[in-house]
């Protein structure tokens, strides 16, 4: 079972480069008009999701500052900051965000390379208040442009991801829950995979099984589609 923080360096800086690369010609594929859509996530048309993107990396760039220089900087100012920046971003013209998405895409790119060793392992505290590694930063960053490529709902799927992003994806969302406690009786059994208890010590009432995207795509909250559950538990726990 693959683990992302336990992936060389450059495998997992290039699993952040894909994930921009396919968003960004998922984002070229959507029309002007269509920004205004909405997104698959609740409350947000494209547009705002589009806006989050960008501000996602220059937020996450500011971990690496933080990392760097010793000088606590976070990635939003507050919860209010970031939402209404969102809201005002989701007001650009589609050309501005989709400009602003790879230019902050093209500068957070440059800090990752220039990034030394004492800057991978200082520890840094995440919007979510949780106190990790600088490098989760690649993590962090990976999970968004894969998984938010899915959420523009423009036919992007997690059966376009490399086989390294959803063995990720399902290993950090089961860790996720078992730290929480949640998902007590969920066996995730991914085709190919070996099945994977979410809380061992608690006896299987809900088995869910199908091909390795699909078991991801129901884990990570993003619908059930074809996969099989048997057992009472038909939705997964919150995972982010
Ligand atoms: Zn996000």
């Known amino acids: 079972m693959t683990r992302f923080a336990e992936l060389p360096l450059a495998q997992r800086l290039s699993i952040v480069r894909s994930g921009t ?14 920004f205004r ?28 500052d933080w990392a760097e220089t010793g000088v606590e900087t976070p990635m939003y100012s507050s919860a209010e900051g970031r939402a209404t920046e969102i809201a005002e971003g989701a007001t650009l013209e589609p050309e501005t965000l989709r400009h602003e998405f790879r230019r902050t895409a093209r500068i957070f790119d440059e800090r990752l390379s220039a990034a030394t060793e004492s800057v991978w392992s200082a520890q840094v505290r995440t919007a979510q208040g949780r106190l990790v ?6 993590w962090m960053r990976s999970r968004e442009v894969w998984i938010h490529a899915v959420d523009l709902a423009d036919g992007a799927r997690f059966e376009d991801f490399p086989d390294t992003v959803l063995d990720s994806l399902l290993t950090d969302i089961t860790d996720v829950w078992h730290r929480r406690g949640d998902g007590a009786g969920v066996l995730l059994a991914a085709d190919g995979r070996a099945a994977i208890p979410v809380q061992p010590e608690t006896a299987v009432t809900t088995t869910v099984s199908g091909p390795l995207a699909t078991v991801v795509r129901w884990a990570a909250g993003r619908g059930a589609g074809d996969i099989h559950i048997d057992g009472p538990q038909t939705s997964p726990p919150l995972w982010l």
Do not use: C, F, K, M
Not at 41 to 60: F, M, Q, S
């Open 37 to 64: 859509e909405p997104s698959a996530l609740p409350d947000w048309t494209r547009a705002h999701l589009i806006a989050h993107l960008g501000y996602n990396a220059t937020a996450l760039g500011r971990l690496l």
């Open 133 to 138: 590694r600088a490098d989760e930063v690649l």
């Open 21 to 34: 690369a396919y968003l960004a010609q998922r984002l070229d594929g959507i029309a002007d008009d269509d």
